[in-house]
């Protein structure tokens, strides 16, 4: 599945009719989820890996006194990609805001704990938090291209923000296209507006911008709820070639999505307090052999 | 790997790291005193002296040293980011410093002339070189109360039958009274007094009058009360309609009895506002309501007071008593258009919470 | 059905029916009354000009297009008191009127928007408050009392200020003087109405900024943006419009304003582009300094004075209104 052509429709009638007959003989049992997971090929280990990971280390988090996220300590290792599902409201998203400092926009944001990048905490007094975010790139919900730019100009807008030089300007907009898997339907027209672009094309477009400042790690916030399945099936393909060269962070609601593109997953439940993560390890574990009663009753669909 | 069977941990208390330390705020204070002596040192070097050469030197070397510290610590993106933010609170402080100095001119000058016949008498009796504490401004307060009530009762009908119109009947002209209010918001003062002029004043009545003003001034409010009174009508939910509609109720019923009455606060606040707009306006009272110095409680005949024109008057007279009582008359001018605008603002918050 | 495929009846698709209703006499006449409301801007702004045109249609039909390009502006009676020639022109009015709203805008609309960003971005919590509250105060202040304050306060101040401009810049024709008069030049006049409109232009550019979608702000903090990276390449660009839609409106109250500036102004019959220079006027102070001594004659000169102001100021709320109307939907 190495650099897939995702301009081919055969490739993408033999997934999507892998993809269903999965679910048709087995449902969504917690063994089919599993066999998902395990038939990822495992990736040969890339030179060209960015960065060390990603260590979050007893986070908490609050909005004024309510205290919604409660000692979170994961260790993302390099080139992983991690998933974090559970139900909605438990923390997720405030927990991957909290990774690229984010989450301190919110007035009446508080937070406790350390996020160590390279070894070094984010939050340390005295941190340049631009440079933090240029190796920690988010890709968020509901696709948000620069309306007031071409699809040129966003997929360079990072480089523009921070005002990076880069000695050629083609080819990193086709690199980066290239890599979210948007090159093909957009290389005539980087011309025109991005918001012309459908909802899929415009997440591509929104992953593409991402990488154009070459970030160590890539969160993603429920990438693809907003999109249509054959959209999603190309930005899942994507994420699967980017942890070549980074790490990836995705929160989703969508179990069989977790189970096709991620190495590792988080579990997270809220009982009405503060979020928590109730277990952490390979896919394939969380999946098919669950530790705790809650994962399970989770991931075989008992509620959430 | 963690799960929660694990015995109660100690919650660390929330923290804020990214608030600028206390390190980082004694950077920023040594910046802006660095600036200042650095401006104090050019002042005393160069013939430029006084205050102005100092403040502007003062921002003029706080932007560049703001820049060369991000400059030194960080980079140029960081540095032009600090000195824009010194130029923006720069720009806001400018924009403040006329505000203080009005406010302060007229306490400091028409506390002076404040006395307690001042709500009580005329200047009939009086001359302007009369010490302060006689005369008053009596007739100028009737005199406005009186035109802008007149005004009030032609300007509120109108201004809320065209947000009606704009919101409820959405009619075809819809978008062109919208550009039509706008444009009647735009025409100057003067011109509405020289309408009523022109139109009443030279070919009717030939003589100054309360109500030619208040005519004039109702030209001036409808727009300000059709625009508020449209902001608020079209914050009321559809469903209140809906509901009203469905009742059976004919469309006036809906907007008489429902939405109207939903809306109460906010069309009191396009009211206040409306006043607190033409309270103040002098043009149009010079050229067709004249002033005397004794009350007049006939908007039909004679000229009638009004506090702008008190204010007008006393201070071309040029005495100091005169001037003193100029500027009393501003700070009483001055003080209705403070109340009547925190009236407004306390209205509309409370209207938030339905 | 004999044959193996079924066949489903075509039936044509049927027109939509029109639905109409007859509305109850009540509703009639409540629609008639609103829409009368609503329609009496449009009776309003018509009135204001048809009676001037009416009652300055002598004047400007005798001067013909001379009236807004001369400035002579006098009336020559004989002993008795009858008129014998008159000439009127506004020019130098609408010269004056131009030049010193230029330099409010000028002034102004910097300080402004500097403002808006400050307290859209930069400003939190109760101090954000205050000065929301302090500069929508101000923009209800009465014009008289900027008038006399001007006067009173600053004219001193932009005396010397002009001196010092004069000094050091009186290269630039701009700023160069014929004589050393710098007693109520137009730049005092646009100082004064840029005090005027920097609280208008402000609130207008404030809530434009306020309303810059979050998600553009957050994608471009996520990219690694510092605060003025996100600001010009965000908020700047969708607040385009609605900055210069507010720049107009305060360009088009600051033409129109009398008691703001009739103190601080000194009327003469001359066109004068030096702003620093004590000689201008505007149309409206002429129009306030000339009505009460005017007889028939000339009060028809100043109400075709009053058209062309009405004129000008309706056009740069046209302008406005396009304007923001036409960047509001491209890039926003």
Redesign the interface.
């Known amino acids: 599945m190495s650099s897939p052509d995702l301009s081919a429709p055969k490739q993408m009638q033999e997934r999507h009719t892998e993809m269903t007959s999965n679910q048709e003989t087995s449902g969504t049992s917690p063994s089919s989820l599993a066999s998902v997971a395990a038939a990822r090929t495992t990736k040969a280990p890339s030179a060209k890996r960015l960065g060390t990971g990603l260590e979050a280390k ?1 986070i ?1 988090a ?1 909005f004024g006194t309510n ?1 919604v996220l ?4 994961i260790d993302f290792a390099s080139g992983s990609v991690t998933a974090l599902i559970g139900p909605s409201g438990c923390g997720k998203s405030t927990f991957i805001r909290t990774l690229n ?1 984010m989450h ?1 926009f919110i007035p009446t ?5 350390e996020v160590l990048l390279d070894g070094k905490d984010i ?4 941190t ?3 440079k933090i975010r240029l190796k920690i790139g988010m890709v968020f919900q509901k696709p948000n291209p620069f309306p007031s730019m071409t699809i040129g100009e966003n997929v360079m807008s990072g480089l523009r923000l ?2 990076l030089k880069t000695s050629n300007k083609d080819d990193l907009i086709e690199e980066c296209l290239h890599r979210a898997g948007l090159w093909n339907e957009v290389k005539d027209r980087l011309d025109e507006h991005g918001g012309a672009l459908s909802g899929g094309q415009q997440q591509r477009l929104c992953i593409a911008r991402s990488l154009a400042v070459s970030p160590h790690v890539l969160l993603m916030d429920e990438p693809c709820s907003a999109l249509d399945p054959g959209s999603t099936l190309k930005i899942e393909d994507t994420i699967a070639e980017l942890s070549e060269t980074m790490t990836i962070i995705i929160v989703t609601h969508n179990m069989q999505q977790a189970a096709r593109v991620s190495d590792y997953t988080a579990f997270f439940l809220s009982d009405g307090g503060p979020g ?6 390979k896919t394939s574990d969380i999946f098919s052999n669950p ?2 009663k809650r994962t399970e009753n989770y991931v075989t669909g008992r509620f959430g | ?4 069977n694990t015995p109660e ?1 100690k ?8 608030k600028p ?1 206390v ?2 705020r004694s950077q920023s204070i040594a910046v802006g005193v660095l600036a200042a002596l650095a401006s104090i040192a050019v002042v005393a070097l160069t013939p430029m002296k006084g205050l ?1 050469p100092f403040l502007i030197l003062s921002g003029i070397f706080a932007i560049i040293i703001g820049y060369l510290k991000g400059l030194i610590g ?1 980079g ?3 540095a ?2 600090n000195s ?2 010194v ?6 402080t ?3 410093i ?2 203080a ?2 406010l302060h ?2 306490i400091s000058r028409g506390y002076k002339g404040l006395h307690w016949g001042l709500w009580l008498n005329d200047m009939s009796l009086n001359t302007s070189t009369d010490p302060i504490a006689e005369g008053g401004l009596y007739h100028a307060l009737v005199g406005t109360l009186i035109m802008v009530s007149i005004a009030l009762v032609i300007a509120l ?2 201004g ?3 947000a ?3 919101t ?2 959405k ?1 075809r ?1 819809a978008r ?2 919208r ?6 918001s ?7 007094g ?2 009523i ?3 009443i004043v ?1 070919p009717i009545t030939k003589t100054f009058s309360g109500l030619m003003g208040a005519l004039a001034l109702s ?1 001036l409010m ?2 300000t009360i ?1 625009r508020t009174a449209e902001e608020v009508l079209l914050l009321i939910p559809n469903d209140l309609r809906e509901a009203g509609v469905a009742l059976g109720g ?4 809906t ?1 008489a009895m429902v939405v109207l009455p939903a809306a109460r606060s906010g069309l009191v606040t396009a009211m206040i506002l409306g006043i ?2 033409v ?5 149009p009272i ?2 067709v309501s004249g002033g005397g110095d004794a009350v007049n409680y006939n908007p039909f005949t004679g000229p009638m007071g009004s506090l ?1 024109f008190y ?2 008057k006393s ?1 071309f007279f040029g005495t100091e008593e005169a001037t003193t009582r ?1 500027w009393a008359g ?1 700070l009483v ?2 003080s209705f ?2 109340i ?2 925190f009236l407004a ?1 306390t209205l509309s918050t409370k209207k938030v919470k339905r | 059905m004999a044959t193996s495929e079924i066949q489903r009846e075509r039936r044509p698709i049927p027109a939509p029916r029109t639905i109409t209703t007859e ?2 006499l ?2 009639k ?3 008639g ?10 009776l ?2 018509g ?2 000009a048809i ?2 045109l ?2 300055g249609y002598e004047v400007l039909v005798e001067e013909g297009f001379s009236f807004i390009t001369s400035s002579a502006w006098e009336v020559i009676t004989d002993e008795y008191g009858e008129v014998q020639s008159y000439s009127f022109g506004i020019a130098a009015m609408l010269v004056g009127t131009l030049l010193c709203a230029l330099i409010a805008v000028v002034v102004a609309v ?6 808006a ?3 859209t971005f ?1 400003a939190q919590g109760k101090l954000k408050a205050f ?1 929301v ?6 923009a ?7 008038g ?2 001007g006067f ?2 600053l004219m001193p ?1 932009a005396e010397y ?1 002009a001196m010092l401009l004069n000094k050091y810049l009186g290269w630039i024709p701009l700023f160069a003087v014929d004589d050393r008069i710098f007693t109520r030049p137009p730049f005092l006049a646009g100082l004064v109405l840029a ?1 005027m409109i ?2 208008i232009t ?1 609130a207008i550019a404030r809530e434009v900024f306020d309303q810059t979608p979050l998600d553009r702000i957050q994608a471009a903090y996520a990219l690694g943006a ?4 996100m ?1 010009r390449n965000v908020a700047i660009p969708y607040g385009r419009g609605g900055v210069v839609g507010g720049a107009m ?1 305060g360009l ?2 600051a ?5 703001a500036v009739y ?1 601080v102004l000194n009327i003469v019959y001359q066109i004068n582009w030096q702003i620093l220079f004590g000689a201008g006027g505007n149309v ?1 102070s002429l ?2 300094l000339k ?1 009460g001594e005017a007889k028939p004659l000339e ?1 028809k000169g ?2 075709a004075a ?1 058209l062309a ?2 004129v000008l ?2 056009l ?3 302008i406005a ?1 396009f304007i923001v109307r036409r960047t509001g939907s491209k890039g926003r």
Not at chain 3, 110 to 115: L, R
């Open positions: 007893g908490h609050w205290h409660s000692d979170i300590s400092r301190e944001a508080a937070m406790a704990g939050y340390a007094p005295g340049d938090v631009t921070s005002q928590e993560m109730v277990e952490y390890g530790r705790d | 790997m963690m799960s929660i941990k919650i660390p208390t929330p923290q804020k790291p990214w330390s390190a980082e102005l960080r140029s993106t960081t032009k980011n824009v933010g130029l923006l609170g720069l720009g806001m400018i924009a403040l006329p505000i100095s009005i001119t007229t009908p109108l809320i039958l065209t009606i119109y704009l409820e009947i009619g002209f062109p009274v550009f039509l209010v706008q444009a009647m735009g025409v100057p003062s003067i011109v509405a020289l309408f002029m022109s139109a030279y030209i409808i727009p059709a004919t469309q006036w019923r907007v607190a707009r309270v103040g306006e002098t043009a010079l050229l702008p204010v007008w201070f100029g501003l001018l001055l258009v403070i009547l605008f603002r | 509305p109850r009540s509703d006449v409540f629609r009354v609103v829409t009368a409301g609503g329609l009496s801007s449009l309003i702004l009135l204001i009676f001037l009416y009652q910097p300080i402004a928007v500097a403002s960003l400050f307290i930069y000065l509250a302090v500069i929508d105060l101000m209800a202040f009465p014009s008289i009392l900027f006399f304050w009173f306060i101040k200020w005090t920097i609280p402000t510092t605060k003025w990276a600001i409106l088009g109250r033409m129109g304003e009398t008691v103190t409206a129009i306030l009505f009060i100043l109400m009053g102001l009405f100021t309706l740069v709320n046209f209104d």
